[in-house]
């Protein structure tokens, strides 16, 4: 069973559009991330949610809506896409206090055309 | 905020060479530092941490050391096999919150 899970896997799209990202985590975890890895592989935080509410909020445009139904999923919306935000996005889980790392998703790479 | 330098960004080494990954960071309260493992396609997968009261951790090929008077920790990895080849990226968090990884170092190991 897939521990951290993201649908889709590849996204293209056109300028403009709205379009989500769906993560889904079985392992129980309190904590779930949103990052961004650029075309250049660096990896930076967007969002982190903990038993859905929300705890970090980086410098992201409002275009990008992230939402927690519950404790086990972490979508992200984004709205009106642009060139620059084609990237691969990572979703993430981790049990927040209880002393370990992150288990990322596969990712979803994002192509805006 | 915390800022975390990782170099090489490129290392290529012989099958059965040792592999050394350097990182600094420059928050004092930083406590916890995990490195990962991202092979093409996939996400990162975590390889190996440690905590701020440990100075080194191994666990077989791979070992961690982490100097805290000089913020900086290192990912060494021997006996190379080509199987190891991969981006791998150190990050540093305070409390198991929000992690900065570094910018990644690209190993390639050559059979």
């Known amino acids: 069973d897939t521990a951290v899970s993201q649908t889709p896997k590849y996204l293209v799209t056109q300028m403009g559009n709205d379009k989500s990202i769906k993560c889904e985590q079985n392992l129980g975890h309190d904590t779930m991330y949103w990052y961004k890895q650029d075309s250049k592989k660096f990896l930076k935080i967007m969002f982190s949610y903990n038993n859905k509410e929300l705890i970090i909020n980086e410098t992201v445009p409002n275009r990008f809506s992230p939402k927690s139904p519950d404790k086990a999923h972490l979508n992200l919306h984004i709205n009106s896409l642009e060139l620059g935000d084609s990237a691969v996005y990572f979703c993430?889980?981790?049990?927040?206090?209880?002393?370990?790392?992150?288990?990322f998703g596969s990712g979803t790479r994002l192509t805006v055309v | 905020g915390e800022n975390v330098e990782q170099h090489p960004s490129t290392l290529s080494v012989q099958e059965g060479d040792s592999a050394v990954i350097k990182c600094t960071y420059s928050d004092s309260a930083s406590n916890y530092f995990p490195w990962y493992k991202q092979e093409l396609g996939k996400g990162p997968q975590l390889i190996i941490d440690i905590r701020s009261n440990v100075g080194e951790k191994k666990d077989q090929r791979i070992a961690v050391t982490l100097n805290k008077t000089a913020k900086h920790f290192s990912l060494h990895i021997t006996e190379t096999q080509p199987e190891d080849s991969a981006v791998y990226f150190c990050?540093?968090?305070?409390?198991?919150?929000?992690?900065?990884f570094g910018s990644g170092t690209k190993l390639n190991v050559k059979p």
């Open positions: 993430a889980s981790s049990s927040g206090t209880a002393n370990y790392g992150y288990t």
């Open positions: 990050a540093a968090s305070i409390n198991f919150n929000k992690f900065y």
